[in-house]
């Protein structure tokens, strides 16, 4: 246990609110992850809760010890991170952005008991849209910006890193790259700062014989940004990949790795962008976001950054919001 100024924290314990789809899937891979001896499922239908931490706690003979358990508001208080993946589902042609009121209007009254508990721990929001979520739970919570973070472009990072690999034929763990931006149609895949192992990502490119350096850069960046509505669209749904990322998340923060990671986080004036929720790499850990990395964007990609955050921005300024700005 550590101790904080107001409450006990219990490092080794997690809060996950919400038992879809992503949630179950972010549960089972956190039993796996051994980062946890703790682990409470929260969500609107409990008998839904209840079935998922038996069925996951069926594992546990096969990982590591681990109370897993259904539970209510009040089990989050101790917790460490708080995990937030409740919400509607995306469905076939919808995007990320077509969800905002549906989602706003669930954290109204997800948020509010989790202020009521004063928790001391990370709140990670995974829901989508996630940067309007973020921005949400932010506002709504009166916890401090650091310790309000969203999944953000994490997944569609890793995306890109595969797509990358892939290409180059080369371990998709050597690839740097991010992506920025929004966590949906306005995202910015960042291949000005891109390398493989320190070597530039054109260089690396041509040393591999891929010369159409343009073409190639704006069909995996496409393909990135369409991903998960190809994927919807064959399934139905995407949990496996932001699973594996929330557990990453996750890693970050209860291992200290102070890792860099393209969370989603309020912006301060960097690149011209200030109060609006967005994900550019910053180091990540024990007690959030410690700060923004700033990486070398080519003009084409400031501008684009820029209209991401409007593109957020007039979702924010919206009347109907509960924090209209």
Do not use: W
């Amino acid at each position: 246990m550590e101790r904080t100024q107001k409450t006990l924290i219990n490092v080794r314990k997690v809060a996950m609110i919400g038992c879809g789809f992503v949630g179950s899937a972010s549960a089972f891979c956190l039993m796996q992850s051994g980062l946890f001896s703790e682990m409470v499922l929260i969500d609107a239908d409990k008998a839904r809760a209840e079935g998922e931490a038996l069925d996951i706690s069926h594992g546990v003979p096969f990982a590591r010890q681990m109370k897993i358990y259904a539970g209510g508001y009040d089990d989050i208080q101790d917790a460490a991170i708080i995990i937030i993946t409740a919400g509607a589902n995306q469905k076939p042609g919808e995007t990320r952005l077509d969800l905002v009121h549906k989602n706003v209007s669930i954290f109204g009254s997800i948020i509010p008991e989790i202020a009521k508990r004063d928790c001391q721990g990370i709140l990670l929001v995974v829901s989508n849209p996630v940067d309007i979520l973020t921005y949400t739970a932010l506002k709504l919570s009166g916890f401090t910006e650091n310790r309000v973070i969203g999944s953000g472009t994490v997944l569609d990072t890793a995306r890109l890193k595969c797509a990358l690999g892939e290409h180059l034929s080369v371990d998709s763990k050597s690839v740097h790259a991010f992506i920025i931006g929004e966590h949906g149609d306005s995202e910015i895949a960042a291949f000005s700062s891109a390398n493989v192992s320190g070597i530039a990502l054109s260089e690396f490119c041509e040393m591999r014989g891929h010369f159409e350096h343009d073409e190639n850069s704006r069909q995996i960046a496409e393909n990135v940004k369409n991903s998960a509505y190809e994927i919807i669209r064959k399934k139905h749904a995407t949990y496996y990949g932001i699973a594996m990322a929330v557990k990453r998340i996750c890693e970050v923060i209860i291992r200290d790795e102070k890792s860099i990671l393209p969370v989603s986080s309020m912006m301060y004036g960097e690149y011209g962008i200030e109060d609006v929720v967005l994900s550019m790499p910053a180091i990540v850990g024990k007690n959030g976001v410690e700060t923004h990395v700033p990486i070398p964007l080519s003009e084409e990609e400031r501008m684009k950054l820029e209209e991401s955050a409007r593109t957020l921005k007039d979702i924010l300024k919206d009347p109907a919001m509960p924090f209209a700005v």
